[in-house]
């Protein structure tokens, strides 16, 4: 059984007005000290945005005007995570921290980071928030101050309706953005996971034919010249090299053929998942061998079918070597508006996610094309790999 625990909301709350309370509650000492403290936080935030604009503005005609601005606004995150932070302790206001803006590595990566954070809409309102509250940190600290002598039964209450306003202006303006907004965010970061994954793969290709089938035609091309010498001299030792030569085209076209494969296989280009799928279980080294089910009302877009074909070869390609399975079995089918797969195996569990793993570069693969991985591997139970696919229709074949 899961037991679910309510854990109360403190923002909701602090919006009734307070009971009757001792002088020195806690509640009114917390809302005393954010009120206090205002006026040094509204200080720093003005001057540090008025300085950050005024010297990026008067250095924007210069090639540093603009990385400048871009660093000021980081620093304004940094000025709003420590909002956040004391609004969440003195007022009891969670508000969730914003997305990073995700990290560029290399100098081809400077310029998107730098347009990123020139537009985070995160920093810029922080900025805005910086810069209108000085006058309200100074009547912030006025009010407190002269209440604790000549106000003090209702100063409780007047903290209150003072501090209900820090409430919405914590949760207007330095609250992440919406869920565009952050979806935008997770995009780009998953362009960058599918760039690397690209690149990742081309290398691995280039490696594959300079290592394989390269080499293997190489060689062969010096054994015909070589044959092609002796021809005359030696027809018994040229025969040998041409026959030697026909072993070698067998081998490099088989080599070719697993790396096109590997690229993109002709039956799941001819056929689709279900031919695709039970060629790739045919192989796998599974004693009891590997049970397919594909149930799709139709061939989805032929992304979304390479995914799916890739994910479950890696998949079965890590069953035949870790597993330890006596059997294994792949579900493929259409949920509503999502793919779904399922490889599950007897073996001996264990399957860890950790970075750096093959499911963990799967999880990310899946992630980029908004695609969701599961894992559930206890020790010594078998392993279930459930994954989530958007369905995209095939376009249709014009005549």
Known sequence: MTATILVPDDSRSDDRLPPVRPVFAAATVREMTYLLTNLPMTIIGFVYVVVMIGVAGALSVTAVGLPLLAFGLLGSRQLGKLERARARVL??????????????????????WLWTSLKDPVAWRTVLYDAIRLPWGVLCFAVVTCGVFVAWPVLPYVMRGMTQLDRAMVRGLLSPSDELERRIAELESDR??????????????????????????????????????????????????????????KIALQELRDLAR???????????????????????????????????????????????????????QNISKHARAGTASVEVWRAGPRVL?????????????????????????????????????????????????????RPAVRA
């Open 192 to 249: 960058g996971v599918v760039v690397d994954t690209a690149a990742a793969d081309l290398r691995r290709i280039e490696r594959d034919l300079h290592d394989g089938a390269q080499a293997r035609l190489v060689a062969l091309a010096m054994g015909l010249g070589m044959a092609k010498e002796k021809l005359l001299e030696d027809p018994d030792a040229a025969a040998r090299m041409v026959d030697e030569a026909h072993g070698e085209v």
């Open 262 to 316: 590997g690229i993109h296989p002709a039956v799941l280009t001819d056929r689709g998942l279900d031919a695709a799928l039970s060629a790739v279980a045919s192989r796998c080294t599974v004693p009891g061998g590997v049970r397919v089910s594909v149930d799709l009302p139709a061939r989805p877009a032929e992304a979304i079918e390479g995914i799916a074909y890739f994910t479950v070869s890696e998949l079965l």
């Open 91 to 112: 007022l009891g206001v969670r508000v969730d921290e914003p997305t990073p803006i995700p990290a560029r590595g290399g100098f081809a990566g400077l310029l998107p």
């Open 341 to 393: 797969i399922r490889v599950s195996d007897d073996g001996r569990g264990g399957a860890r996610t950790d970075r750096g793993s093959g499911l963990a570069g799967l999880a990310e693969r899946l992630g980029a094309v908004d695609g969701v991985f599961f894992v559930d591997s206890p020790e010594g139970g078998g392993t279930v790999v459930t994954a989530e696919l958007p369905w995209r229709d």
